[in-house]
């Protein structure tokens, strides 16, 4: 029996009676701003090392002697009470719609995770509206159901860049054709003079006739690969206008052409959902349209500043590579079958080309061992 009282006089020690917990409750009431009630708020005390928490549940407490049951009310936070329930070693959490309740450990508010394989699947949903879209408006084109945006100044600017494109080609094809005949005279002229020179040694009676053949032959065969010289740096400046300069301009035209399509496309999107009704369910829809058309609006007509800028460039770069390229190429091959071999040679320094010597590209015997 001693050990029982013991044991309850223990009890009653550790645990608070009604008394103190109706006191304590009280304390919290007056330490809230006035008008605010404890309705509906649960305190959880740490303080218990049994299996089930303590919870206080506090409701409006009647005046004495009056047998109405408790109301129920709603209180706004309050940065007093939650202070002072935390010294305690209580949660205390308030939302916003207004009702406390109560929850046991920290709030953590997790960021959303972006999953990668959901970005891809994004991307690619984009991609294929972005596609179906510009397809449609190229069908629609073609057949003569929709409109486009015509710039009539830089469409002619640029069907003639693609014109004298052809042609510029054309003329290159020329003269390489030119180049390569001219070669292999070149090098049947060499072998001529040869042949001759070597019968002049050997025909005592026609030792006079042979040698003069020989260096009319070897003399055209030099004026000749002077003359190819100058042909080869024609050609190759040519062929840098033609196949980098021109080119890298018709790819950015070819870029301004896609914007243009998808700005088209686009625009037409957005002219449909104006045309039809306006509710709760289309105007998002329509904003959304808005917003991407004046991105695609904007891209275009940084597109098309491009183009005007590099046509401009290009023009003023083609003026002057082919006026030195024509003015080589003409002095070269007057002063070529005029047989004016100083004038030849005068034109190939005026233009800084140096001719290659046959064999002084090819390694030494040395530098192959």
């Known amino acids: 029996m001693s050990e029982n009282s013991s044991e309850s006089t223990t009890l009653d020690e550790s645990h608070p009676s009604a008394e103190e917990i109706q006191s304590g409750c009280e304390d919290l009431k007056c330490s809230l701003p006035v008008g605010l009630g404890l309705s509906e708020t649960k ?16 409701g409006q407490f009647p005046s004495k002697g009056s047998s109405a049951s408790p109301k129920s ?5 309050s940065s007093t009470a939650a202070s002072r329930l935390a010294g305690q ?3 205390l959490i308030i939302p916003t719609g ?6 046991s450990g920290p709030v953590v508010l997790a960021d959303e995770v972006k999953n990668p394989a959901m970005e891809k699947l994004e991307l690619v949903r984009k991609w294929s509206l972005n596609t179906y879209k510009c397809t449609r408006q190229i069908i629609s084109e073609k057949l003569g159901r929709g409109s486009r945006t015509v710039d009539l100044e830089l469409e002619a600017q640029i069907d003639i860049l693609r014109d004298n494109k052809k042609k510029y080609e054309n003329i290159l094809r020329l003269a390489q054709t030119l180049s390569t005949q001219l070669f292999q005279m070149v ?5 001529l003079g040869d042949a001759f020179a070597d019968l002049s040694l050997k025909s005592l009676e026609l030792h006079e006739e042979f040698g003069y053949n020989a260096e ?14 100058a042909i080869n740096f024609f050609i190759a400046s040519v062929n840098t206008l033609v196949n980098k300069t021109i080119e ?23 002219e449909e959902l104006n045309l039809g009704p306006r509710d709760a369910n289309t105007l998002p829809k329509i904003e959304q349209s808005q917003q991407l058309f004046q991105v ?27 006026h030195n390229q024509l003015v080589l190429f003409h002095n070269a091959i007057a002063a070529y079958f005029a047989g004016n071999q100083k004038q030849l040679e005068q034109t190939l320094k005026q233009f800084h080309i140096k001719l290659k010597t046959p064999g002084a590209d090819a390694p030494s015997w040395l530098e192959e061992q």
Do not use: W
């Open 187 to 191: 090098h049947t002229q060499r072998q």
């Open 248 to 270: 890298d301009t018709l790819l950015t035209v070819k870029q301004y052409e896609s914007a243009r399509i998808e700005y088209d496309a686009y625009r037409t999107d957005l």
């Open 89 to 91: 070693g209580c949660d």
């Open 73 to 77: 009310s709603v209180i706004s936070p």
């Open 216 to 229: 009319t032959q070897k003399l055209l065969a030099k004026n000749g690969e002077t003359l190819l010289g």
């Open 43 to 58: 305190i959880t005390s740490h303080g218990f090392d049994g299996a089930k928490e303590g919870v206080v549940e506090a």
């Open 296 to 322: 695609h609006k904007e891209k275009y007509d940084k597109m098309r500043n491009d183009v005007s800028i590099k046509l401009k460039f290009l023009e003023e770069n083609k003026v002057k590579v082919l």
């Open 98 to 103: 207004g009702r406390a309740q109560q929850k």
